[in-house]
């Protein structure tokens, strides 16, 4: 952990990077969809 980072900061970098996977997830979840109409 680098000097100066919260525990706040941290926690917030993980929660994006966990949207940025869930919508990554969807995406690739509605192109499977798409392709089985």
Known sequence: ??????KEEII???W???EM???AASEHA???L???I
């Open 34 to 36: 798409d392709e089985m």
């Open 1 to 6: 952990m680098r000097k100066g980072t919260s």
């Open 16 to 18: 994006i990077a966990s």
């Open 12 to 14: 917030e970098v993980i």
């Open 30 to 32: 509605a192109a499977a």
């Open 21 to 23: 996977r869930e919508v």
